[in-house]
Structure formats: structure tokens, C-alpha cells
């Protein structure tokens, strides 16, 4: 799993059947501390995220099939949680009640 930041909404006009229902979401994963690493990646959301969120995802196609149950689903990056808080070495460095009640 990879922790990452949702900082984004996905509306593409491509119809794919096994999408149909589900929102895509831009996402960029982070460090514990909340700077940015690795690639964006647009991936499906299975939670109800939103913008600023931070959250817990799958970027590998098989894991993310057999969660949605469709072995021929065209999908590899599913958003599978949401993240309450990050504690490293006993330090708190994100908490989701801190963030969104400032």
C-alpha cells in the first residue's frame, strides 16, 4: 500500500464499462510528513475521497481486480482507505482533525 494526497478530480469522456459508477481521482503519494514523492497517478475511488483527503492506495492491477471482484477490469491504482493520522517515532506528523478544522 501507498500512502498518498487526493489533489485532484478526473472527468474523462472514454467509456469503459468496467469504470461506469466510480470516480477517478488524482493522487500523488507522499512521505509520513506529507511531501510529495514518486509519480501522480489517477486512481479509482473505493472510499468516497475527496480533494485533500490523505489516503491509502493499491498500485498494482491484480490486488485492486480481486478487490472490485472483475479479473478483466483495465484497472491498477484503487484508492483502499482513508488515513486518520501518522505517527513516526512517537511524533503525530498528520492528523486528518488538525488539517480540515483549521
Given at each position: 500500500?501507498?500512502?498518498?494526497?487526493v489533489?485532484?478530480?478526473?472527468?474523462?469522456p472514454?467509456?469503459?464499462?468496467?469504470?461506469?459508477g466510480?470516480?477517478?481521482l488524482?493522487?500523488r503519494?507522499v512521505?509520513p510528513?506529507?511531501?510529495?514523492?514518486?509519480?501522480?497517478?489517477?486512481?479509482?475511488?473505493?472510499?468516497?475521497?475527496?480533494v485533500g483527503?490523505?489516503i491509502l492506495?493499491?498500485d498494482?492491477g491484480n490486488?485492486?481486480?480481486?478487490?472490485?471482484q472483475?479479473?478483466?477490469?483495465?484497472?491498477k491504482?484503487?484508492i483502499?482507505?482513508?488515513?486518520d493520522a501518522?505517527?513516526?517515532?512517537?511524533?503525530?506528523?498528520?492528523?486528518?482533525r488538525q488539517?480540515?478544522?483549521?
Open positions: 500500500m501507498i500512502l498518498a494526497e489533489i485532484g478530480t478526473v472527468v474523462s472514454v467509456q469503459v464499462q468496467a469504470l461506469d466510480f470516480t477517478l488524482m493522487v503519494p512521505t510528513d506529507g511531501k510529495p514523492t514518486g509519480k501522480m497517478r489517477i486512481a479509482i475511488d473505493q472510499v468516497g475521497a475527496g483527503d490523505r492506495m493499491i498494482e490486488s485492486s481486480r480481486q478487490i472490485l472483475d479479473t478483466n477490469a483495465p484497472i491504482t484503487l483502499v482507505g482513508f488515513v501518522v505517527e513516526v517515532h512517537g511524533e503525530l506528523t498528520y492528523d486528518h488539517v480540515h478544522n483549521s
